[in-house]
């Protein structure tokens, strides 16, 4: 079973910079996708950054600009480098693994790590 551990969620000022660290139990050789989901109070989880292995980026427009996701596969690790960050950027971060098992196609999920940005 992977386990995925995530790191450096805090309490920041507006303005201020966070990076997020996942990583995983396992060494995934086969074509994977490492990235970072959020869910804020009341509201469904969404897509912050994606990055397959090999392949490029996917942000969602909300930090397009703000956030850099990269890997590190030696490590079998991701990061996500978040920078200007806003109040509405305060959600509990989830970093996500997905990769083909067998035949089909799996998803796993860190507990999360909280994000706090203060006006």
């Known amino acids: 079973q992977v386990q995925l551990v995530e790191s450096g969620g805090g309490l920041v000022q507006a303005g201020g910079s966070l990076r997020l660290s996942c990583a995983s139990s396992?060494?995934?050789?086969?074509?994977?996708?490492m990235g970072w989901y959020r869910q804020a109070p009341g509201k469904q989880r969404e897509l912050v950054a994606l990055l397959p292995l090999g392949g490029t980026t996917n942000y969602a427009d909300s930090v397009k600009g703000r956030f850099a996701i990269s890997r590190d596969n030696d490590k079998n690790t991701v990061y996500l480098q978040m920078n200007s960050l806003k109040p509405e950027d305060t959600a509990v971060y989830y970093c996500?693994?997905?990769?083909?098992?067998?035949?089909?196609?799996?998803?796993?999920w860190g507990p999360g790590t909280q994000v706090t940005v203060s006006s």
């Open positions: 396992a060494s995934i050789s086969s074509d994977n996708t």
């Open positions: 996500y693994l997905g990769y083909i098992k067998g035949l089909r196609w799996t998803d796993y």
